[in-house]
């Protein structure tokens, strides 16, 4: 049993103490890996080299494995090894792709400020030759639709590909006239397909709101988090 902001716990009756506590943040509850691990029965160890926790039930974690080969860099708090997180192909993996892509969702927002509504976004970093792609489109009640990125001859509904932007959506002065938002966000390479895109779906009246990771190929599964993903926070129109 854990209590939010307190450093005692319980475990079958018997009071303990933590070095830390649980959070509830922005309607989520982070818990500490390794008290709550080990008390269910686990055993938990840390690979500070590629910023790991393995968790194992049976009690006998096997060794972290290192990179082979490559170097390991951080870009905003997500590890990339220029070797084992590209595919034969050139591509970057399937499960380090998501984890940019999420980061990039993490940081978009919809805000309202003094009567005039913004979309701001700040980019996360990327390993070098990647180039981030956001599109955003804009659905209004009356079948008009506004796109805004980094392409495109209407000045009014560009966006930059990079770094941090707060970009009046001028076009927009009454939400009760928008439908839907559509969001595409993905991160290519110049040299390689990308194997696959986030999508981001919200309906203004909150009757449908999806994220989905969509793969290029059929051979790949896509991977949803509806259920997860903090709608609230992204959008605040």
Request: charged fraction near 25%.
């Amino acid at each position: 049993m854990l209590q939010i902001g307190n450093k005692n716990y319980e475990v079958n009756g018997q009071q303990k103490q933590m070095d830390t506590v649980a959070l509830l943040k922005e309607s989520r509850t982070f818990v500490p890996v390794r008290f709550v691990s080990e008390a269910l029965g686990a055993t938990v160890k840390w690979n500070a080299n590629i910023r790991t926790v393995y968790i194992d039930m049976n009690g006998d974690v096997a060794p972290s494995p290192e990179p082979t080969g490559g170097t390991v860099k951080y870009y905003d708090g997500i590890a990339f090894n220029d070797v084992t997180d590209v595919d034969p192909y050139g591509r970057i993996e399937i499960e380090k792709l998501k984890e940019f892509l999420l980061k990039l969702a993490d940081q978009l927002r919809f805000v309202e400020e003094n009567g005039k509504n913004y979309i701001e976004c700040t980019y996360p970093a990327k390993p070098e030759g990647y180039e981030w792609g956001l599109g955003i489109t804009v659905f209004n009640k009356d079948g008009t639709y506004i796109t805004y990125s980094p392409i495109g001859r209407n000045p009014k509904w560009l966006i930059p590909s990079e770094g941090s932007f707060k970009k009046e959506a001028s076009d927009i002065a009454n939400i009760n006239k928008v439908k839907l938002i559509n969001i595409v966000i993905s991160l290519d390479h110049p040299k390689n397909e990308s194997l696959g895109i986030l999508n981001i779906v919200y309906y203004m009246d909150k009757s449908e709101m999806r994220a989905k990771f969509v793969p290029e190929s059929g051979t790949i599964p896509s991977e949803n988090y509806s259920e997860t993903f903090n709608f609230k926070k992204m959008f605040q129109w």
